[in-house]
């Protein structure tokens, strides 16, 4: 094989591993963002625990398919879906309104 032909081969492997560490790091960096924003912007009270993806999109100013794919790499937050994508740091479902107050009785 000749010199340039090697050459080749090897920037070509470079130019992947390269484009590989750059999507790694953004993932991770996005990762961090969606779970801080969820630490402060979220409460472990009932109706307060859980996020819908364009809000969490909306909220951090990443792209919906970024937020889904750091939520769903990321071992610390919960996924819940009926209707729609929901996340949270605290709970996997969504915490009933009579969890904490107990039933009313007339």
Known sequence: MSDAVITAILASIAIGLFGWFITLGRTML???????????NTLDEPGETHVDTPTLAKGT?????R???ACMSDQRIYHYSIDCDQWSIWR????????????LFI
């Open 30 to 40: 996005d990762r961090h963002k969606v779970y801080k924003w969820l630490q402060s």
């Open 92 to 103: 996997k479902e969504p915490q009933s309104v009579y969890e904490k107050r107990g039933v």
């Open 61 to 65: 100013l990443l792209p919906e398919n």
């Open 67 to 69: 937020v889904r794919r």
